[in-house]
């Protein structure tokens, strides 16, 4: 199994930014169609953006135009770069494949937007 490791949250005010890292193990990464999900409390975990092994990227309306997800597959790893953060971006962001069986869950990068 793969297993990730996400990183990069914090505290960030209305209108900033955040850059999210997961390095993901193993030697077959490169075959995944891979994305970045985030549930919120008292949410159900949602698939934001995704990235297919050729790059091509699909986001959710609400986020789409602000964040943008992307892939260096020589180090095993996923970015979301997340731009013009809104409060209602709070929540865990996780990674983890796009489509087909989903890894274990790794414990996720807290983003909190608020002034």
């Known amino acids: 199994q793969v297993q990730f490791v996400e990183s990069g949250g914090g505290l960030v005010q209305p209108g900033g930014s955040l850059r999210l890292s997961c390095a993901a193990s193993?030697?077959?990464?490169?075959?995944?169609?891979m994305g970045w999900y985030r549930q919120a409390p008292g949410k159900q975990r949602e698939l934001v953006a995704r990235?297919?092994?050729?790059?091509?990227?699909l986001y959710v309306d609400s986020v789409k135009g602000r964040f943008t997800i992307s892939r260096d597959n020589a180090k095993n790893m996923v970015y979301l770069q997340m731009d013009s953060v809104k409060p209602e971006d709070t929540a865990v962001y996780y990674c983890n494949r796009a489509a087909g069986t989903i890894h274990p869950w790794g414990q996720g990068t807290q983003v909190t937007v608020s002034s």
């Open positions: 193993g030697s077959i990464f490169s075959l995944y169609a």
């Open positions: 990235i297919s092994t050729s790059g091509v990227t």
